[in-house]
């Protein structure tokens, strides 16, 4: 009887450290795929921003080409080109021309 009883607590002492290395290792696969997560979204974003940036640099170039041609104004396209590269205005000037240059 004392026998069967020490191998009870052996068989429990032996769940309870599986018991622990399966957390372990649980955690351990959680974590890796959550930080693999992680670097695959950083990715996503820094592929957005770059397509982001070559499109904004193809219309900038479409719109100073409709410049060019007449098609827009100079105050439209400063105004395009500000809202597309981001940046602050730039002074009014003191000269007005619709013209594009020549």
């Known amino acids: ?9 052996d068989a429990a002492a032996d769940k309870a450290a599986d018991n622990a290395q399966l957390l372990l290792w649980g955690g351990v696969l ?8 992680a670097i695959l979204i950083k990715a996503d974003r ?8 070559e499109d904004a640099g193809d219309a900038l170039t479409a719109f100073r080409l ?10 439209e396209y400063k105004r395009i080109r500000t809202r597309l590269t981001r940046a602050k ?4 000037s003191n000269t007005k021309s619709d013209a594009p240059p020549s």
């Not at 959680?30 to 997560?37: D, E, Y």
């Not at 820094?46 to 940036?53: D, F, G, L, V």
Request: aromatic fraction near 6%; proline fraction near 10%.
């Open 1 to 9: 009887m004392v026998s069967q009883a020490i191998l009870i607590a």
């Open 30 to 37: 959680i974590a890796a795929l959550l930080l693999g997560a």
């Open 46 to 53: 820094w592929r957005k921003r770059m397509n982001e940036s």
């Open 66 to 75: 409709s410049y060019e041609e007449g098609e827009i104004s100079e105050e």
């Open 89 to 92: 205005p730039p002074p009014p």
